[in-house]
């Protein structure tokens, strides 16, 4: 029988259901704001878990000026050309996405690394489409989402037993989607297809809720930063667990919560029980700071925006702690007015050591630059729901903000054949400018490119099929850029 705290999100999933998202991109640029979906699939589940309902499949065409990378291309088996000639542009299929996720905020989303990954590319997507780049994250609708990336770390951390992982010839831990699955009898399917990728995370989901069903419903608990900030806060500690990338190792932890870090916006600031208080209640706010976020170190963040699985505090038998231990432990700290204080201010001895945040040259790099005011969000849904050329255009001219006036140029050069002939020809050097710069530029150049391409070639892939189409289409997009 379920304990009560955890049928409260048995009955949350079974009254809003659960759909799954994958997006395949162009690429993983180190300016990730750069890379856009070349498909996505959402999908919803069942109760037949082997036949879920396809919401969206679709693959896209990408504009010029977005070159996707040949790795990129050679790992998902897309074949450019083929993109080339598909019937949905990237902002159809951006539109797609929007429409179906704005109608049905009440669905619980699903992803693999998608707090690190795909929901971070749909944000900057959504954002050069004229959509809200917050829609997956407004306060008010309660919108979850669960990272199973982030589950499996904590099943890992908390219970190793309860499903099979896959360890490569050194004996370290993979927590590699495809490897999982196999490890645990799911097929993978056609690793790195949205599809079939969608299918897998959801049988996944499916998996960790009957084998570690106390850790599964406290990501569905925790699934919006306002519910995480809530346990983080609320109660006395919890436990947290993650898998270091490096070492593959599982650090448990089971925190009390000292402060948000005063400095960096949604980074709330920790003490991990498993330590012993005493040994640093006496420290100075000096002593404290380079400590924070290290290894074998007490003091840690937890991002309260990133999907974090805030687990349940009784969880902390796992981690070598009684509830007693744990609860004189946190009181301890709580009690200590000084020590938390001391924490508040190595936060701020921290941030004095930090680079000054650069100022963003570029549109699509200047997302969190500022909100986008009432009037021009108002604006922008209008430009979208009105399909019609010259009301774009007159929508466009009220727009205050330089950022979105850009998108909309753009957006109106390639949905509107039949745009104004000056627009075209600004749009066709903006192109030139993106693909031929020599600079040191946030984007992927045809430089860059064809470099990409080189790169799959010498690591002697056998995707005869996909590269031949990657050097066509940089030849074509090459071509076309020089007439």
């Given at each position: 029988m379920k304990e009560d705290w955890m049928q409260q999100y048995q009955d949350l999933l079974s009254e809003r259901g659960m759909i799954g998202l994958d997006l395949e991109t162009t690429g993983l640029n180190r300016n990730i704001e750069y890379e856009r979906p070349t498909s996505a699939a959402i999908l919803e589940s069942n109760k037949d878990i082997n036949q879920p309902d396809v919401i969206i499949n679709n693959m896209c065409r990408l504009p010029s000026y977005?070159?996707?990378?040949?790795?990129?291309?050679?790992?998902?088996?897309?074949?450019?050309?083929?993109?080339?000639?598909?019937?949905?542009?990237?902002?159809?299929l951006t539109k797609m996405l929007a429409s179906y996720l704005i109608e049905n905020p009440q669905k619980i989303i699903a992803t693999y690394n998608g707090a690190s990954y795909d929901l971070i590319i749909l944000r900057h997507t959504f954002f050069s489409s004229l959509y809200n780049p917050y829609l997956l994250s407004n306060g008010l609708e309660d919108r979850i989402h669960i990272d199973l990336y982030k589950v499996v770390q904590a099943i890992y951390c908390f219970a190793p037993r309860s499903i099979d992982f896959f360890r490569d010839p050194t004996g370290k831990v993979s927590l590699k989607q495809s490897l999982l699955a196999e490890a645990n009898g799911i097929d993978p399917g056609d690793a790195h297809s949205a599809i079939d990728d969608v299918k897998v995370l959801l049988k996944l989901a499916s998996l960790f809720k009957e084998k570690a069903p106390e850790i599964f419903f406290s990501a569905i608990g925790s699934g919006t930063k306002k519910r995480a900030v809530k346990k983080m806060t609320s109660q006395l500690f919890f436990n947290y667990g993650e898998v270091k990338y490096k070492d593959r190792l599982a650090v448990g932890r089971t925190p009390t919560f000292i402060c948000e870090d005063p400095s960096y916006s949604n980074n709330m600031v920790h003490f991990d029980l498993v330590y012993d208080p005493e040994d640093y209640l006496y420290m100075t706010a000096e002593e404290i700071a380079p400590l924070i976020n290290k290894k074998n170190s007490p003091f840690f963040n937890i991002k309260a925006n990133a999907s974090p699985v805030i687990l349940h505090p009784s969880l902390c038998e796992e981690n070598q702690l009684t509830t007693a231990e744990a609860t004189q432990r946190a009181t301890k700290v709580q009690e200590s007015n000084g020590f938390k204080n001391n924490i508040v201010l190595a936060c701020d001895i921290n941030s004095k050591k930090r680079s000054p945040w650069e100022t963003a040259v570029y549109s699509e790099s200047q997302i969190y630059s500022q909100f986008i005011d009432k009037r021009d969000r108002l604006l922008s849904d209008v430009f979208l729901t009105d399909h019609d050329l010259q009301n774009r255009m007159e929508i466009m001219q009220q727009m205050n903000d330089p950022r979105l006036i850009d998108f909309s140029k753009r957006i109106i050069a390639m949905e509107h054949e039949n745009c104004d002939r000056k627009i075209r020809m600004h749009f066709q050097e903006f192109e030139a400018q993106r693909l031929l710069s020599e600079d040191d530029v946030p984007w992927r150049t045809l430089k860059d490119a064809w470099a990409s391409l080189e790169k799959v070639e010498n690591t002697g892939k056998e995707n005869i099929e996909v590269i031949q189409a990657t050097r066509k289409y940089y030849k074509l997009i090459e071509k076309g850029v020089s007439n």
């Open positions: 977005i070159l996707p990378d040949a790795g990129a291309l050679e790992i998902t088996n897309i074949n450019p050309m083929k993109l080339m000639n598909e019937d949905l542009s990237l902002f159809e």
